[in-house]
């Protein structure tokens, strides 16, 4: 006999838990772009990211810790990546005419 998996209503229970904020998140294309970018690099940004995590580990080795400096060092890493995923699609745009014009 198959055992019942219990996922399957933990799921249920976020999608009607979150379904009213599709409606949201439809017209926030300033939040969605940029973390789609992100999923559709992920070689580059995973190896940046592996990159900038060893970069702020000498970093905070190097001076006193704080939570100012973490908060910058999460801050820049973020954007960092960004930066990184928004030049990965800008390298591979096509470069000829769109067909929107």
């Known amino acids: 006999m198959r055992k019942p998996n219990a996922r399957r209503p933990f799921f249920l229970a976020v999608v009607l838990a979150f379904q009213s904020a599709y409606g949201l998140l439809r017209h926030a294309g300033w939040l969605t772009h940029p973390i789609s ?8 940004v995973f190896s940046i990211g592996s990159i900038l ?8 080795f190097a001076l006193l810790r704080s939570f100012f400096l973490d908060l910058g060092l999460i801050s820049f890493g973020s954007f960092f990546l960004l930066i990184t995923a928004w030049f990965v699609e800008w390298r591979y745009r096509p470069q000829g005419p769109s067909l929107q014009d």
Request: aromatic share 0%; net charge positive.
């Open 53 to 60: 995590a060893l970069a702020a580990q000498l970093v905070r």
């Open 37 to 44: 970018a992100l999923g559709r690099n992920p070689v580059a």
